[in-house]
């Protein structure tokens, strides 16, 4: 048996790089699989998800399992602005039940869990966690209504409506106090009782990386991964990143990984793994949003509210473009004024107010797929190009993008699923169908 050299190696927080190295007569087969397997008895278990909400969620539930140390979870976040697309600029709207087929059983848990959230961590003040209820309004005279219901998957890319996925309960009277009505206008009450809630995603992305943090996660910010390297057997071993504030490269050990990197999926998988031929069909929709203020609706009248209202404020969206293109960061988005000044002027008429306050502009690019439904799968080795990974529990690189206007919604039941995928566990939610 060969003898064995203390390297001293750089330490990159608690992580240990390397251990030993071989040195003496060239060791024979056998022995060489023997020292493979003691080094491998060293290194931990490293896992890497990015920091949208789907990732943070992820890590959240991933942290809290008893065979995964916090420590060894690492979130890595390129934009200089945390939260600076979809997941800080979102409506927070949540459904259990207006999602695809594909996505049932995801949505119920997904419901679930933010509900059972909210319940333990104060969501209601931490994050503006509130049932609510959905109103479809149809704007009077000349209004002509679509007539066929487009299905859950389809209804964004098509002008449609996130009413139209569930259809009718009954007719509405009062409006909300801030709606200004018009004659042959109508309203509709949509989605069943108890099957609606309402947050403020920003401020959950916060609490989830404030949890995260609190508990040894590491985060990477603001950082950009390079590359993927192999061990003696080409198996995924690390990950070089580049902390952009610092200009410094530093490479920590890595065996799962978890590209959960919304409309930006695709680049980051082709950078780490350039042989593969997966092309992740993950692409990007454009969508901007108002947040303002009304002299006719305020913290009073909240109680009484409908999607989506946060402390008085207005949320307001619905212009979506495919023709925009997706920046390099989030950060490097940049607002179109005249779509701003259409939800301007609709916020006014359905206000009836002129000049109202505007609080905040948003664009932000929603990861999309062109079937509708997320990806939520581990990718098979031969689909990686010239990386493998090691066994079920011990490795392995994972997708979970294309959430579309759902990312919100059903982002904690994403979480709780890929922290159990990535674990080698049984399911909480049945994903077959939303694999690769």
């Not at 949890?211 to 950009?224: D, F, I, K, N």
Request: overall charge neutral; hydrophobic content about 35%.
């Amino acid at each position: 048996m060969p003898r064995l050299a203390p390297v001293s190696m750089m330490l990159f927080g608690s992580d240990i790089v390397k251990l030993f190295k071989l040195s003496g007569e060239e060791d024979d087969a056998e022995d060489r699989q023997r020292q493979d397997r003691r080094f491998e008895s060293f290194v931990e278990k490293k896992s890497y998800p990015w920091t949208g909400i789907i990732g943070l969620s992820t890590a959240y539930f991933l942290s809290a399992s008893p065979t995964t140390p916090p420590s060894s979870i690492h979130l890595i976040e390129p934009s200089p602005i945390l939260f600076a697309s979809a997941s800080g600029f979102a409506g927070g709207f949540l459904a259990s039940d207006w999602v695809a087929s594909e996505c049932e059983e995801l949505g119920k848990l997904s419901f679930r869990s933010h509900k059972e959230l909210a319940e333990k961590e104060g969501g209601k003040g931490a994050w503006g966690y509130e049932r609510s209820r959905g109103l479809s309004y149809s704007a009077g005279r000349g209004w002509k209504g679509k007539g066929k219901k487009e299905r859950g998957e389809d209804w964004l890319r098509q002008g449609g409506s996130r009413g139209d996925v569930v259809g009718v309960s009954k007719v509405f009277g009062d409006a909300p106090a801030w709606l200004e009505r018009s004659e042959g206008d109508s309203m509709e009450v949509i989605g069943e009782e108890g099957t609606l809630a309402q947050i403020d995603p920003l401020r959950l992305c916060k609490f989830l990386l404030q949890a995260c943090l609190s508990c040894g996660v590491q985060l990477h910010h603001p950082a950009r991964a390079l590359s993927v390297g192999k061990d003696m057997r080409d198996k995924l071993s690390s990950i070089r990143i580049l902390n952009t504030s610092m200009n410094a490269v530093s490479e920590i050990p890595c065996t799962r990984l978890l590209i959960s990197a919304g409309a930006w999926s695709q680049q980051v998988f082709s950078t780490l793994f350039p042989n593969s031929n997966l092309k992740l069909a993950i692409s990007s929709l454009a969508g901007h949003s108002l947040v303002v203020r009304s002299s006719r609706w305020g913290k009073g009248q909240e109680a009484k509210g409908c999607h989506a209202d946060w402390g008085g404020e207005i949320y307001i969206a619905g212009l979506n473009s495919v023709s925009l293109p997706l920046p390099e960061l989030a950060t490097e988005s940049r607002i179109d004024e005249s779509s701003i000044a259409k939800l301007k002027m609709t916020a006014e008429r359905l206000l009836g107010e002129e000049d109202l306050e505007v609080v905040r502009k948003g664009l932000c690019f929603r990861p999309v797929t062109k079937r509708g439904t997320p990806i939520l799968a581990r990718i098979e080795e031969e689909r990686l190009g010239s990386v493998g990974t090691r066994g079920t529990r011990e490795g392995g690189v994972f997708i979970a993008a294309g959430h579309g206007p759902w990312g919100i919604s059903l982002s904690l039941g994403t979480g709780k699923v890929m922290s159990e995928m990535i674990e080698g566990n049984e399911t909480s939610a049945d994903v077959r169908r939303l694999g690769l």
